[in-house]
């Protein structure tokens, strides 16, 4: 069974500073996808990146990248020149290709200290 | 505008008192899903749905039930509920169709549910 796993309950950042969080995956299969999804305190769950596996090049969207190791199971989301609007919980997300099932980490929360 | 659309937003309800969570979608998305969040575990699926009519246990599909008559409703019931259910609820769809080869979920803007 494929699973997520965010090492990092909480984290904080300094505004307009730089972070990353974390998130590793397990899977046997070669065909999947994988998502960062942003929940703010208005409980809404907002897609933030996604990047396949067979693309080699890191998905990049405006202020949030992903450094994506395939090999070494690794999708961490890096947030430059962070905002205060980026304070929120973040879930790392995982499907397998032709999937119906996504499967969750159990997210990070995220400061930003003004 | 494209939406998954829940309702309540909140409830708080009784042991035993039978309940449903409506959700509804506008953009004839084949798959529809139902998960519930809680602190330290993320989003879990409970049920899902292919296509009108077909429907499959998540993770955690004891004490609910989901039906799916139509494309656009999905319906999550709770029979009996019982205190470990309160919990944040979400819908979610998506496209099966190819040319949209594992798009993201589209989310409602969950059911916060309490049982005492």
């Known amino acids: 069974a494929q699973t997520v796993t965010q090492s990092q309950p909480e984290m904080s950042v300094q505004e307009a500073e730089t972070v990353t969080l974390s998130c590793t995956y397990d899977?046997?299969?070669?065909?999947?996808?994988l998502f960062w999804y942003k929940q703010p305190p208005s409980r809404q769950m907002i897609l933030v990146i996604r990047q396949e596996a067979y693309k080699q090049q890191n998905a990049t969207e405006n202020r949030f990248s992903v450094n994506f190791q395939k090999a070494a199971k690794s999708f961490s989301l890096k947030i430059s020149d962070s905002q205060l609007g980026d304070a929120a919980m973040y879930f790392c997300a995982f499907t397998q290709g032709g999937s119906e099932k996504l499967v969750f980490g159990k997210g990070t929360k995220l400061t930003v200290n003004p | 505008e494209a939406q998954v659309t829940q309702n309540p937003r909140y409830l708080i309800t009784v042991t035993g008192k039978k309940l449903t969570v409506t959700c509804s979608q506008n953009?004839?998305?084949?798959?529809m899903s139902w998960y519930r969040q809680d602190p330290g575990l993320g989003l879990r699926q409970i049920y899902y749905s292919m296509n009108v009519e077909v429907t499959d246990k998540g993770d955690v599909p004891e004490g609910y039930k989901v039906s799916r008559k139509e494309k656009r409703n999905f319906p999550l019931i709770l029979e009996s509920p019982s205190p470990n259910q309160t919990s944040l609820y979400f819908c979610a769809s998506r496209s099966l169709d190819r040319s949209s080869y594992n798009s993201p979920l589209h989310f409602g803007n969950g059911t916060r549910l309490t049982v005492t």
């Open positions: 899977t046997s299969e070669s065909d999947y996808y």
């Open positions: 953009m004839n998305h084949e798959y």
